[in-house]
């Protein structure tokens, strides 16, 4: 728990003088999510309390913020921003940090790379952060790495609520209105923009507020142990790097129009010289070239500089002056042998759900009995089927289940997908009883 005084008691009081509104075990269940929190409906929180700080950018501002973490108690809020969109890299070009006797600051790891002193003086406690997933990553390349943390978008997950983002739910919960609007904006900018900063900042500004009143709403519903199971398992794998696709040019948008072994070539062959110049300029790959005019390019094999400016996607002076590298590209994959052209990768866990009826009529009953399974199970104690368990495992296990249908033996499978055993339990005998064949009809 924070140690500071909630942030809606505190506007609440200066408003009003009055005593401090309900606690977050007395606000508005999920089911109520229309109603509005606060009477005067939700306030918007335009600044920071102790206003915007100036980014930390040299290390004895480090140092002192450290120093100043150190001393904080509590759990400590965390955000990053990134640049996706703008840049080839995930990295984080802001950290926003907040604690109870510590304040907020706001941290540029460009020049500051390493913040593994910060971590050490707050690896212990527990760290707040929402939709962790997104952030752990670029974090750790930081030297950022948590032991223990709450994310309160999965929190609102887990308790029903239907809409989880932090304005919606500090809207809520709190009472509060944030604006996102430089959610999406190319935070490798330098120097950034005054309202930038007051924007991240007020990003960790109610997070710990945040997070009591969803653990007081996940403790109301007997939900706070499946929680900690969720938590503890992104702090196992949360900070691990996206898996490396063995042939990412195949996700190009649009591919599924491109038709034969030799146009699929073209696709391939403009992808990696695509991705090679992103990754040298550190842009994003769709500002190199956009995944349209590769698909265009594909389709017509353009032999000249006249024919391949026509295309759409290639009119923009940047790609204009890569015309030579986008035809050497196509000539490329014009002189393979055949024997160099794309194959259909081997299927990797079970086909798509729509031609199992085809493939094996009775792995495709198993699967709708499997979903009519979950969508119950997580209806009876209000969560999404996908936080219940993820549908991949519902499908490898549906496809392909254990030798002998036992209880044991679906339990076992699903840990090996890496359910947790919050889900195991919820899902058992009734899984195990899907998966069985119906009785034969007389």
């Known amino acids: 728990m924070t140690d500071e005084p909630p942030l809606r008691r505190r506007a609440a009081e200066s408003r009003t ?25 939700p306030v918007p929180l335009t600044a920071p309390r102790e206003g915007t700080p100036e980014p930390v950018a040299t290390q004895r501002e480090l140092d002192e913020v450290v120093a100043r973490f150190a001393a904080g108690t509590g ?18 070009y802001l950290v926003q940090l907040r604690r109870a006797g510590a304040g907020t600051a706001l941290v540029d790891p460009l020049p500051l790379p390493d913040l593994t002193a910060l971590d050490e003086v707050i690896g212990e406690a527990e760290w707040v952060l929402h939709a962790a997933s997104q952030d752990l990553p670029c974090l750790a390349e930081l030297g950022l790495r948590p032991r223990r943390l709450f994310d309160t978008e999965l929190a609102a997950r887990l308790a029903g609520f239907e809409r989880v983002g932090l304005a919606a739910l500090t809207e809520q919960l709190l009472g509060f209105s944030l604006e996102k609007h430089h959610s999406a904006a190319d935070w490798s900018t330098r120097p950034l923009p005054e309202s930038w900063l007051t924007y991240a900042a007020l990003d960790v500004e109610m997070l710990t507020d945040l997070r009591d ?43 599924h129009r491109v038709r034969g072994a030799r146009a699929q070539a073209r696709v391939r062959s ?16 769709g ?25 759409p996607g290639f009119g923009g002076r940047s790609v204009r002056r890569l015309a030579r590298t986008w035809l050497a590209a196509l000539d490329d ?40 399974v979950v969508t119950r199970v ?17 499908r490898r296990l549906a496809w392909v289940p254990p030798e002998e249908i036992t209880e044991q033996a679906v339990a076992d499978t699903l840990r090996g997908f890496n359910a947790r055993e919050w889900q195991i339990r919820l899902l058992l005998p009734a899984l195990a009883e899907a998966l069985q064949p119906p009785p034969p009809t007389s």
């Open 17 to 41: 003088g009055n005593a401090p509104h309900d606690p977050p075990s007395a606000r508005p269940e999920p089911a109520d999510a229309g109603d509005d929190p606060t009477a005067g409906g």
């Open 270 to 285: 403009m992808w990696y010289a695509r991705d090679q110049i992103a990754a040298r300029r550190d842009a994003a790959p």
């Open 75 to 92: 759990p400590v809020a965390l955000d990053a921003e990134r640049a996706s969109g703008y840049r080839y890299s995930q990295r984080a």
């Open 213 to 255: 009143a969803l653990d007081a709403e996940l403790t109301r519903q007997g939900k706070s142990e499946w929680a900690a199971e969720e938590f503890a398992a992104l702090v196992r794998t949360g900070a691990r790097p996206p898996r490396v696709r063995a042939e990412p040019w195949r996700r190009t948008s649009g591919i």
């Open 287 to 311: 500002r190199v070239l956009p995944d349209s005019a590769i698909i265009a390019a594909a389709e017509l094999d353009p032999k000249d500089e006249q024919t391949l400016l026509t295309l």
């Open 378 to 394: 997580a209806g009876e104690h209000n969560l999404p089927p996908e936080n219940l368990i993820a549908p991949d495992s519902v």
């Open 333 to 372: 994959a014009r002189q393979l042998p055949d024997d160099a052209l794309p194959v259909t990768p081997a299927a990797e866990g079970p086909p798509p759900p729509h031609r199992w009826a085809e493939r094996d009529p009775v792995a495709a009953a198993r699967l709708v009995r499997c979903r009519e």
